[in-house]
T-cell receptor
Framework: SQQGEEDPQALSIQEGENATMNCSYK?????LQWYRQNSGRGLVHLIL?????REKHSGRLRVTLDTSKKSSSLLITASRAADTASYFC????????????FGTGTRLKVLA | GAVVSQHPSRVICKSGTSVKIECRSL??????MFWYRQFPKKSLMLMAT?????????EQGVEKDKFLINHASLTLSTLTVTSAHPEDSSFYIC??????????????FGPGTRLTVL
């Protein structure tokens, strides 16, 4: 399977703490994206990082990309209860098929 | 902009019946649409890629005769689950890509359809 791996599978933290989740993938990529999914709902696009970028910020989100290790991390700072959701990385391989390959996901629970 | 809708959002059907799910790009033309399946607490698994006016390309292990995909126009793709069984119960999500050769290859996701087969 080409599916990426994410760790941890589940994470429970207190409100105000930072949450870090990691994504590893298997092929060369054009870009990597992070999505949030609330229970039973659709995907919300969070951030896209291109293969030639190493770090990107958006509000309380910080994403890093290490193409040599084929890994990425998503940091959510000063977490809130509303951040409780599942987070998925999705890679776009350079193979030219435009397919997204999703990671296994991290279920984040932020306790108030 | 870049809104994708799905209909219905939820459907409950009896075993043996067929169910059609629609995916529409509301404000752009989608040359390619993708269908994903998601089991509870699991990730999205790509089922098939459909290009307007041509046959869908199915991922390994996905039954073509079971999951019929039609992409008849640049704004509409349909997924029909034929002779549905309880094991087909899942969350089905579509996405649409506008086309071109953008390196970003951005897909826009629909809100999903919850299928429950009794």
């Amino acid at each position: 399977s080409q599916q990426g791996e994410e760790d941890p599978q589940a994470l429970s933290i207190q409100e105000g703490e930072n949450a870090t989740m990691n994504c590893s993938y298997k092929t060369s990529i054009n870009n990597l994206q992070w999505y949030r999914q609330n229970s039973g709902r659709g995907l919300v696009h969070l951030i896209l990082i291109r293969s030639n970028e190493r770090e990107k910020h958006s509000g309380r989100l910080r994403v890093t990309l290490d193409t040599s290790k084929k890994s990425s991390s998503l940091l959510i700072t000063a977490s809130r209860a509303a951040d409780t959701a599942s987070y998925f990385c999705a890679t776009v391989p350079t193979s030219g098929t435009y397919k997204y390959i999703f990671g296994t996901g991290t279920r984040l629970k932020v306790l108030a | 902009g870049a809104v994708v809708s799905q209909h219905p959002s939820r459907v409950i059907c009896k075993s043996g019946t067929s169910v059609k799910i629609e995916c529409r790009s509301l404000d752009f033309q989608a040359t390619t649409m993708f269908w994903y399946r998601q089991f509870p607490k699991k990730s999205l698994m790509l089922m098939a890629t459909s290009n307007e006016g041509s046959k869908a390309t199915y991922e390994q292990g996905v039954e073509k005769d079971k999951f019929l995909i039609n992409h008849a126009s640049l704004t509409l793709s349909t997924l029909t689950v034929t002779s549905a069984h309880p094991e087909d119960s899942s969350f089905y999500i579509c996405s649409a890509r506008a086309g071109g050769t953008s390196a970003q290859n951005e897909q826009f996701f629909g809100p999903g359809t919850r299928l429950t087969v009794l």
